[in-house]
């Protein structure tokens, strides 16, 4: 939180306090999966989002986008109120037109996903993914035929496992005069057997109410939306690139993660937290990081399993807690809660990071910071942290060997409580917590939301979250 303003304002504390008093057992999930963490990450440019470019008629012609040229037969690309896409425009394609790359990703194709919905009042359509790994002398095609029925963007997920140099047609199979849309083409990368290139994916949580009140602890917002690639798209980012290029509290680490070499996305609203779905083309599997700040809805059952279970694999959580009594959207829940319920109250296992977040609401400045050369999340490559600012947050508890007190109050010893920033280790996975939103917030977000720049307040805000995201990815040690 932040400096007790109408961003951070409680909202009828009272009555929050008096629902978390009387809130019940959810019910007990599935059994666990075991599922293998993939390590795969997008190809440079992608994913094509459309933005880029004009073509305004459907005759055959080539077209320059982010990831390079394409030509587009009976296709061009569209930005009227009918055709659905995530940001100014998508391509939209009739008869048996098709979408085909001029040039080859170097990445190899892992797991493509493609986002498909219908033009206008057109009904349903069928269309194909296709591939070549020659140059584009034959293709093959990848995947099943899909069905489009739907007039909203949805994610069909084909699995290609291709090394080396590939490109990509979409064809439009159905022929007739419904048109269909596309949008958000996402390439990952393969190189045969898996493993990751360096390069990390990064999943930020937009699904539980981050956005709710005066808050937006997402990459990016359009229209009142948070998407799953933020606008314009990553593959525009350069080294003097500013975080307003995206809009949300969070834009500032999502651009400085991309400066990086990285990637990221938001899981937005509506979009299931699952880990081994194979449908999903979000799932957490896909990812090395996820991110939750300042969750406002309690997970559900499985989602808890599939949060644990992602981590216990291997996967990084960042846990970011506001203060006490900070419900947002008036449900009974507020963040603190809600991670203490995912600690405590899940089918996997009782209390599996080792500490837990008290309820309680501090403010200061502390440079109470573990002495340590080593720590890769307090010396890092982003630089040293020697300072916290909290502007309304909750301490930490922690209660276990594999939890680590890293940042603690000001006239605290460096013990068990009083913490203000926490590392663990679970399986082979690995949590950071801070109780606090306000340093991740970089002041910009949705127009009319009141949001406070604490990334750049103190240097070592930008530092603590960049350097913990690359040890949550397994970057640094």
């Known amino acids: 939180m932040s400096f007790f303003t109408p961003r951070s304002w409680w909202a009828a504390p009272l009555l929050a306090l008096a629902v978390a008093c009387a809130k019940t057992d959810v019910a007990p999930p599935t059994a666990p999966l075991a599922t293998a963490l993939s390590q795969h990450v997008s190809n440079t440019?992608?994913?094509?989002?459309?933005?880029?470019?004009t073509k305004t008629a459907y005759t055959l012609g080539s077209v320059t986008l982010g990831s390079g040229s394409w030509t587009l037969d009976d296709a061009l690309l569209g930005n009227t109120t009918a055709d659905p896409k995530t940001g100014a425009q998508s391509a939209r394609i009739r008869n048996v037109g098709s979408l085909s790359m001029n040039f080859d990703v170097s990445g190899g194709a892992g797991v493509v996903t493609v986002g498909h919905a219908l033009y206008g009042t057109d009904g349903s359509s069928t269309w194909e993914l296709w591939a070549s790994t020659n140059g584009g002398s034959s293709y093959s095609k990848v995947g099943?035929?899909?069905?489009?029925?739907?007039?909203?963007?949805?994610?069909?997920?084909?699995?290609?496992?291709?090394?080396?140099?590939?490109?990509?047609?979409?064809?439009k199979v159905s022929g007739g005069t419904n048109r269909l849309n596309i949008d958000n083409v996402d390439i990952q990368t393969y190189s045969g057997g898996g493993g990751g290139t360096g390069a990390k994916k990064f999943l930020?949580?937009?699904?539980?109410?981050?956005?709710?009140?005066?808050?937006?602890?997402?990459?990016?917002?359009?229209?009142?939306?948070?998407?799953?690639?933020?606008?314009?798209?990553?593959?525009?980012?350069?080294?003097?690139?500013?975080?307003?290029?995206?809009?949300?509290?969070?834009?500032?680490?999502?651009?400085?993660?991309?400066?990086?070499?990285?990637?990221?996305?938001?899981?937005?609203?509506?979009?299931?937290?699952?880990?081994?779905?194979?449908?999903?083309?979000?799932?957490?599997?896909?990812?090395n990081v996820f991110i939750v700040d300042e969750p406002n809805t309690v997970f559900t059952s499985a989602e808890k399993t599939a949060i644990l279970q992602f981590v216990q694999n291997g996967g990084g959580l960042f846990m970011i807690s506001d203060h006490d009594v900070s419900d947002r959207n008036n449900d009974g829940w507020d963040s603190p809660a809600i991670w203490n319920d995912l600690m405590t109250n899940n089918a996997v296992q009782t209390n599996p990071f080792g500490f837990s977040i008290a309820l309680s609401n501090i403010s200061e400045t502390t440079s109470n910071v573990l002495n340590s050369s080593t720590n890769q999340i307090l010396n890092g490559p982003q630089g040293a942290v020697t300072q916290l600012k909290y502007s309304n947050g909750a301490t930490i508890t922690t209660n276990s060997a594999a939890a680590k007190g890293l940042i603690w109050r000001t006239t605290s010893s460096q013990g068990s409580t009083n913490v203000m920033c926490a590392s663990s280790t679970y399986g082979t996975g690995r949590v950071v917590v801070v109780a606090d939103s306000s340093p991740a917030d970089d002041g910009t977000g949705s127009p009319g939301n009141t949001v406070y720049p604490g990334w750049t307040e103190l240097a070592s805000h930008a530092r603590l979250h960049m350097n913990a995201s690359l040890w949550l990815a397994k970057v640094t040690n």
Do not use: C
């Not at 440019?45 to 470019?53: A, H, Q």
């Not at 994610?155 to 979409?170: C, E, P």
């Open 204 to 287: 930020i949580d937009a699904s539980h109410a981050e956005m709710a009140g005066n808050a937006d602890w997402v990459l990016d917002v359009d229209a009142g939306v948070a998407p799953r690639f933020p606008t314009p798209a990553a593959s525009g980012i350069t080294a003097t690139t500013a975080e307003t290029y995206w809009t949300g509290a969070l834009s500032a680490w999502g651009v400085s993660l991309v400066k990086l070499g990285h990637s990221v996305e938001n899981l937005p609203t509506g979009t299931a937290i699952t880990y081994g779905n194979s449908s999903n083309a979000q799932d957490l599997s896909n990812y």
């Open 45 to 53: 440019g992608f994913p094509e989002g459309f933005e880029s470019g």
């Open 144 to 171: 099943s035929t899909i069905t489009t029925s739907s007039t909203m963007l949805q994610t069909a997920s084909f699995t290609a496992n291709l090394s080396g140099s590939v490109r990509l047609q979409i064809r």
